[in-house]
Every structure is written in C-alpha cells, then in structure tokens.
C-alpha cells in the first residue's frame, strides 16, 4: 500500500491554466511534473543570465559598466605608451649628450654617441 502512494505521489501532474474570469472559458493551459517545473525554471534562468551576459559583452552596452575600457580609452593608453617610449629615448640622448659635454668641458676625449645609443638599445632588448 505504501508503495503505491508514493508512485502516485511521483507521477502527479499538475495543470497551469489561464481562465477568462468573464466566460469561464479556458484560454491556455500546459500540464507538467514537479521534475518538469524545476528543469523549466533552471532552464529559463540560465537563458536569461547567457542572454544577458551576450547583450553587455557584444553589443555597445558594456560602455556603460563602470571601469571597463571603451574605444577611446583604449586609444588613449595606446598614444600614451608610444608617447613614453619616444620620451625615454629622448632622455637617453640629452643624458649621452650631457656626459659627452661633461667630458669635453674636463678635457677628456669625447664618447662616440652613435655607438652607445645602439649598444644601449641593444641592452634594453
């Protein structure tokens, strides 16, 4: 006896139905399983967290989530790097430039500049 009430209890379908409150007539109605219920609900709100995540990382929405990158910032860090790069080359030279007049105001033989911006270069490689 106790097995049967428990295969009822497993196999009990339920009906989801949607009435006209005027005519009582049924307007739609699904029957589904307690199983079937959480495998709809589980599906539905994985559906919705995917669909989301493709909207913000696809579309230009994602601009709009604060501290992510947009186009132009992105731009920007890249101007800014060259940028640093130039200027530390730069500051190599006046810095080659200021030994080699250091030594010539001291009377010492002048350093061949050419040689020791490849080498340096060389070195940072």
Not at 54 to 77: K, M, N, Q, V
Not at 78 to 96: F, G, H, P, Y
Request: net charge neutral; aromatic share 10%.
């Amino acid at each position: 006896m106790a097995k049967n009430e428990l295969r009822e209890k497993e196999s009990r379908n339920y009906r989801l139905t949607l009435v006209d409150g005027v005519s009582h007539r049924r307007l739609w109605s699904v029957g589904f399983t307690r199983l079937g219920f959480v495998v709809l609900v589980l599906s539905v709100i994985v559906v919705f967290f995917i669909g989301s995540f493709c909207i913000t990382a696809f579309t230009p929405l994602r601009s709009f989530i604060p501290g992510y990158p947009d186009e132009h910032t992105r731009r920007a860090a890249m101007e800014n790097a060259v940028k640093i790069d130039s200027l530390e080359r730069e500051i190599l030279q006046w810095e080659l430039f200021t030994e080699n007049l250091k030594r010539v105001t001291a009377g010492e033989d002048p350093l061949r500049l050419d040689s020791l911006i490849v080498s340096h270069s060389e070195k940072e490689q």
